[in-house]
């Protein structure tokens, strides 16, 4: 499998087509799935125990076989396990004596490193963590979003590093090494970063919606404005990401990072007239705020919770 291509000094075996098999047909599995196959590598078999898993396979990858799992893993030359975490463990010793020793194993979880694979790798196989850090919703930019994506890659020896690593960079995606001991917190960030980012713009949302007459007001054509607590805060909320990843702390605005405490006060009332459980968010982010920005002192009383 070896080519004239090399990673780190390291023969890289990616170039090289393989058959690959996907244990199971969710999300991320049949995403990394339709990548590989953008890039010449034959998706041969997946597992999809769900009467969705399966339509999702026949629709994205139509190719592939449906196969119970022992079976997608006896033939795989790369063997994606892209499994809840929960059941990783569990999989991995049940299909361990079933995989080929020449195989590349790979898993798709965010927490969890390469030691969960060592049933496999004293088997022979190359082991490695592959986390595509991007969030999938079962639609077609799924796929495309791995592009622009990285890839933390945890492996037992230079060896799984180089073959996580160029089938990364493969997809068009950036590996990025993640230490083994670091795999709960470089997950833990991520999941802050964004699973949270989606719940405060739901909540914003929620909370717009209300302000804004209950969604009543009209476009310029006399309907309703559908959407349009979405369109007031998506320009906001984009300009305030991209000045985060650009400048960090620096880039907070609005009444915590001025310590402004009436203003302050007063969102936290009207907020909590709407969905106390909002407040308390608003409370405990505008506390987080406060912190950075060296205004805390001035604002703690008016952060505390409410009794």
Request: glycine fraction near 8%; charge should be negative; aromatic fraction near 2%.
């Amino acid at each position: 499998m070896t080519t004239a291509h090399e990673f780190g000094g390291i023969p890289n075996p990616a170039p090289a087509r393989l058959s690959v098999g996907i244990v199971s047909a969710g999300r991320v599995g049949t995403a990394l799935g339709e990548a590989l196959e953008r890039v010449g590598h034959i998706v041969s078999a997946v597992s999809a125990p769900s009467s969705t898993s399966r339509a999702r396979a026949a629709r994205r990858l139509p190719e592939a076989a449906i196969r119970e799992p022992a079976a997608v893993a006896a033939h795989a030359e790369l063997l994606i396990l892209a499994v809840p975490d929960t059941v990783l463990a569990q999989c991995v010793e049940g299909l361990a004596p079933l995989v080929n020793p020449s195989a590349i194993v790979l898993h798709t979880s965010g927490a969890t490193g390469v030691g969960v694979l060592a049933p496999l790798s004293v088997r022979g196989c190359t082991t490695v963590a592959f986390h595509p850090a991007m969030t999938f919703v079962d639609a077609p930019e799924d796929t495309d979003r791995l592009r622009s994506a990285c890839v933390g890659v945890t492996a037992v020896d230079e060896v799984g590093y180089a073959v996580g690593q160029a089938l990364a960079i493969e997809l068009g995606a950036e590996p990025v090494r993640v230490r083994e001991d670091a795999r709960a917190l470089y997950h833990a960030a991520l999941s802050h970063g964004a699973n949270h980012l989606v719940a405060l713009i739901d909540d914003a949302v929620a909370a717009l919606t209300v302000a804004l007459d209950g969604g009543a007001h009209q476009d310029s054509v006399g309907g309703p404005a559908a959407g349009l607590p979405e369109r007031v805060l998506g320009p906001l909320a984009r300009a305030a990401l991209e000045n985060a990843l650009r400048s960090g702390p620096a880039a907070l605005t609005g009444p915590a990072a001025r310590g402004d405490a009436d203003t302050v006060r007063r969102h936290r009332a009207a907020l909590d007239a709407v969905d106390p459980p909002i407040a308390a968010a608003y409370r405990a982010q505008s506390r987080r705020a406060a912190s950075q920005s060296g205004t805390l002192s001035i604002l703690d009383t008016v952060l505390k919770p409410q009794p």
